[in-house]
């Protein structure tokens, strides 16, 4: 009796899938004609345009009544976005390599899987694609929510003139693997990344206190460590045990289920304004008592909300000292331009890092 009613909901699902591809296929035929007519433009400039995705998005999660949720419509609609970018140009991504780490994820997550990906030796080394126009963009780690700001990312965003172009946030979860089945018990070594170690150190503590704990330079080199040496679990991320064919043990081991990274875009590209923005600044003051209070108060005057602050000596010069902030709007927006201005009255060097959509 089920089956007889089940039979015609897969019917009508079957209509329905085959009226999405249809659409789908419109899509892209649609946005091949885009990417002809830019073409004749300027063929030089890449078409990822973040701000028109993001408002593609947003438009979109606005419309959706359920029963899937936001972040799901979204996925969805990201590799669709992905696929048709696709037909409109080939996007090579640079990011912190090796394959099947947490930074192949967020290129994935921004990007879509449709996206090629360059895996790099360095933070640095991402930033060099990008600079010599290797790649038309790349996506760095910047912060963590429980190990703090990427010091590399940081003194790369102060020595080169790229510009931020987007950022992302990508939940991190750590999974115990490794590459042959055995008792856990048994485990003799784990292996991997130190922030991974640290950030799972209580799980381990309590799960497995003999073991040996190995650092390696990334969660992928130790998903290889296990394939090599016996007794060996790993702690990666869940696209590494597929890369990499692992047996996993134990999911989302992690100290803190609220752990994320935020990963920043990289490019050469001006992003236009959107109703949600975010503003990175480089703000160099001399090294002086009450030099933060004094860059602070035009934010606080038109009350633009800041959204990070990182404080660090100038590496150019010993008297003067660099703030990293994050400011909601955009550069372009009156307010912003008002406190701009107010900065650089103050004796401030003030450098735009880049506006682009907040996902914050």
Known sequence: MSNNKI??????????????????????????????????????????????????????????????????IKYIFKEIISSCLSLEEEMTI???????????????????????????????????????????????????????????????????DIKICGETYLPIHHQLASAKKFKLADAQVIASH?????????????????????????????????KTQQKTLCIVSSLAIKKYKLHPYQKNIEDFSNNNTRFLVIGNIDIGQTKKDKTSLLIQTDNKPGALIKILEPFNKRKINLERIETRPSRESKNAHNFFIDSSGHHMDAKLKQVIVSLKALGASVRILGSYPSES
């Open 7 to 72: 039979k015609p909901i897969r019917q009508k699902i079957d209509a329905l899938d085959h009226q999405i591809l249809k659409l789908i296929q419109k899509r892209g035929s649609l946005a091949q004609k885009i990417g002809d007519l830019k073409g004749l433009i300027d063929s030089s400039k890449s078409f990822y345009k973040p701000d028109r995705e993001a408002e593609i998005l947003r438009g979109i999660a606005k419309l959706n009544e359920g029963p899937i949720p936001d972040n799901k």
């Open 94 to 160: 640079a990011f912190l390599g090796p394959e099947g780490t947490h930074s192949e994820g967020a290129v994935i997550q921004k990007f879509g899987s449709s996206s090629l990906r360059s895996p790099r030796a360095t933070i640095e080394d991402v930033f060099h694609q990008v600079r010599t126009g290797s790649v038309k963009f790349g996506i760095v780690p910047v912060e963590n929510s429980s190990e703090g700001v990427v010091n590399a990312t940081l003194n790369s965003l102060a020595d080169e």
């Open 194 to 226: 130190p922030q991974a170690l640290g950030q799972c150190s209580k799980w381990l503590d309590a799960n497995l206190p003999n073991a040996k704990r190995e650092i390696t330079s990334s969660t992928a080199e130790a998903a290889k460590l296990s």
